[in-house]
Each structure stands twice: as C-alpha cells, then as structure tokens.
C-alpha cells in the first residue's frame, strides 16, 4: 500500500493541481477550465480515480473541443500502483526502489499516452518537454490550484515510520559481564531531633501590599488576509524570540479613525449599457484533406453547448451535460469519433473511420483504394493473419468483422467467463466497454458515451 509522502512543484507558467488521489500538471497558459473541471469531478466522484479520470480524459480529447485543449499530464492512484496520463508536449519521469528509471513522453503519441505503473514506484515527475526540474524543491502542495511548471510526487510505504532506529545488535552466547549491584546499607534508625528551644514571638512587620502585576497589552492588529495553499519554504528564517523587543509597534495614537464614503456611484458617472451580443454564426466544417475518405454524414441531436450526439444519447460524450430536457432536434452533420481502441499493450486509436487488421493489413484492398486505414498488429506467436479482422463503422455504431483469418476472431460474452467467435464476413457490433481477441492480442472498445 503507498500513501503520498510529499508533493513538490516549482515556477513556471503553467498550472499545478491535486484533488485526493489526483495530481495535474496543465503547460502553458491556455485555456484549462475544462480539464481542471473534469479532474475535479472525478476527484469528488464515488469511481476509482484511475478508471473515471481515463475514460473522461479520453472523452475530452476525441470531443469536438479537442484541439482546445492545452498540453497536460495526470498522476493518479491505483490499487496497486498509479496511473500516468499524458497529452502534448508533457514527459513523465518514474524512479522505481531499485533507482531504474523510466521515461514518457506525450509528444511522440498522435492521440494521448497512458499506462500503469506497479507499486515499486517511487517518484513520478511531470514537466513540459526539454524541461528538467531541480532535485529538490522548498515548495509543496497539499490540495487545491496554484501556479506552477512542473510537479515531482513522492510515495513511500505505509507502514515507514520518519526515523529508522536501525536494526538491533546481534544477541551471543556468551552474556556480556553486568556489574554486580553494590550492596545497599542497612537502613539506620535517625536519631530524633532535640526538640529546638522555644523564641519568644518577634512582632512581624505589617506585610507590604502585593506588588501589582505589570502586564504587557498588546495593541489590536489587524487581521492577516488568508495565503493560497502555497507552502512556504522551511528554514532560512530567523527565528522570533517572543521575549525581545518587537520594534515599531503600532501605539494608540497611530491608530486611523474608520472614514465612512459612499459606496453608489454617481449616476450622472454611469457608463452607457453594452449592446447585446447577437448569436455568433456557425464557423463552416473544415474541408476534408486530399486523399482521405469523405466523413459519414449521419443523423444526430446536440446539446445545450451544441455538441453533436446520437440521438439516443443520455449525457453529452463532449462536455458530459445531461440531455434527458433537451429537444431532440434531428441535424445530420458529419459524425464524430466514436471513441478508441486501447491494446494490450497500451497502444490507442482514434475511431474516426474504417480499419484494417492484420500483420499486412496494407496489401488489402481497401487499404490500397484509401477506403480504410491499415492497423498493423505486432504478433510474435503468428497467431494474426495477414489479413485478419475489419473495424466498421455504421451509423453510431461499431463493428467488428472477422475476414477468413486462420485462428478467428473473438468477443468476451457478457458474464466474462467465455469467448464467443465472430462468423466470418458477418459483422458483430460491440458494446461501449467490449473486449475482443484477434488471434492472441486483444483490444477493449472505450467511448465516452459507455455507462
């Protein structure tokens, strides 16, 4: 089990944030209300923060405001380790028990980078790309937003203590010698005292009354405006000696009367009302590249921040706003990603047109004719066709066909304790959340709009 044992940050002209198990760094100075709302209400959510803040990251970046979003990392905890989550120029630096380290980069992955790290881990490190963060830092962070340009986490085992007594000497056979106890005297009987001889009684003086105590008053201060949850560096400060003289303390007379003033302007200053801003016009589709594949125009709705969504949506995949009260007004658009794939072995693709599958998916057909894109699957155990499997999409939906490959293709059925074969040539469409097999190396199918 690892706990945080401190969270360092340093200057620069991004923004660094933690909410419970989460750690942000977002790089530049751009737009970041919408990652930092995500993040926080992830954070704030009864979902594992490793699975929830994912599958809404994923589905901020495939969303029509994707290129808005600036360059960011995510640090967040796992059951058993964390999770790093990566796109644009951001790297991540992790340093397991043994001192290996391992390096991330979200600028050379065309979508995002995302991958789990076991609990030998002890410190990750966020930083923009070409940046290398000090060693050590003076400045920490607890919870909350502030300032930053890069982000070190440091976790250490539960049950560390701060100071380690070391371990205990090693027992002999033979007893070290112990002194003997010196022998205690017997006790004596004390002689009883002579009783002492009577004075006669000295009159005592009247007792002086009790010197009044001086106390020292301090005079009011004013209160100190509240700091943002930025630490301030330890030590390198000198120490107050609560019983030396404070200099310049304020006296009765320094002392300014409240002055009472007028808080309504006057209106004769009042400036002239804004005109009201009239609906802006929808900017044109942009014009599909040569030598790509025309977008599927399909029938869809939008929501209250004219995201477009199936028409059977229950929340927004772009923003996450519910659309149970809005109008279901049919618009037909060109139809938007409908998610990822995310492998085995980390690797991730955008669903946003036809694929092929295969070790040699670009000998196909499609491929050549620049109808589908090829999706090259590395299989050292040759269980993968040349040609093994297709990703369609049709409508809203995706499917999944097997093309005559030698060892099938497969789906995990719905209790998850057993693979069903997909028919060849008979398209199979997959749930939000589906796992399938192509020979040996499987794929989850992610989409914001699952659950």
């Given amino acids: ?40 209400d992830v954070a704030a959510s009864d979902t594992p923060s490793d699975v929830g803040v994912a599958r809404r990251l994923a589905g901020l970046l495939t969303g029509d405001d994707a290129d808005m979003v600036p360059p960011f990392g995510v640090i967040a905890r796992t059951g058993d380790g ?20 391992s390096h991330l980069s979200g600028a050379d992955a065309a979508t995002w980078v995302d991958r789990r790290l076991g609990s030998d881990v002890e410190t990750i490190q966020l930083a923009p790309v070409g940046v290398t963060p000090p060693a050590t830092s003076a400045f920490e962070l607890t919870t909350g937003v502030v300032p930053g340009g890069w982000v070190r986490l440091t976790a250490e085992s ?98 300014v009367e409240f002055e009472s003033f007028e808080l309504t302007p006057d209106r004769a200053s009042l400036r002239t009302p804004l005109p009201v801003e009239t609906p802006e016009t929808p900017e044109p ?18 929501c209250s921040r004219q995201h477009f969504n199936s028409p059977d ?41 036809r694929y092929i599958l295969g070790r040699e998916p670009e000998v196909d057909e499609l491929v050549r004719q620049q109808q589908a894109r090829p999706l090259t699957l590395e299989d050292p155990k040759m269980s993968v066709s040349r040609i093994h499997a297709e990703i369609r999409l049709s409508g809203w939906d995706v499917q999944l066909i097997d093309r005559g490959s030698t060892n099938g293709t497969h789906v995990l059925n719905a209790t998850g304790d057993g693979w069903e074969p997909v028919p060849p040539e008979q398209p199979r469409t997959l749930p939000p959340g589906a796992r399938a097999a192509v020979g040996q190396r499987t794929f989850v199918y992610e989409t914001p709009r699952r659950g």
Avoid: K, W
């Fill in 158 to 255: 539960e049950g560390a203590s701060v100071a380690d007594p070391g371990p205990e000497p090693a027992s002999t056979t033979e007893p070290e010698p112990v002194a003997e106890p010196t022998p205690e005297p017997e006790p004596v009987a004390e002689p009883t005292p002579e009783p002492e001889p009577v004075a006669e009684p000295t009159p005592e003086p009247e007792p002086a009354p009790p010197p009044v105590p001086q106390v020292a008053v301090e005079p009011p201060t004013e209160p100190t405006p509240a700091m943002p949850d930025v630490p301030q560096p330890p030590g390198d400060q000198p120490a107050v000696d609560p019983a030396s003289p404070v200099e310049d303390e304020p006296t009765q007379a320094s002392v």
């Fill in 285 to 302: 589709e942009p014009e599909t590249p040569a030598g790509e594949p025309e977008p599927e125009l399909v029938d869809g709705i939008l």
């Fill in 82 to 101: 964390f999770l790093v989550f990566l796109h644009g120029a951001v790297s991540a630096m992790a340093i397991d028990r043994a001192g290996t380290s």
């Fill in 313 to 353: 949506a229950s929340y927004c995949s772009a923003c996450g706003i519910s659309m149970v009260h809005a109008t279901h007004n049919i618009v037909r658009r060109p139809r938007p990603p409908l998610g990822v794939l995310v492998f085995d072995d980390g690797s991730t693709f955008t669903l946003d047109g």
């Fill in 1 to 40: 089990m690892m706990r945080h044992a401190r969270l360092e940050l340093g200057a620069g002209d991004g923004t660094v944030a933690a909410f419970n198990d989460i750690t942000l760094l977002i790089v530049g100075d751009g737009s970041s209300s919408a990652v930092l709302d995500l993040v926080r």
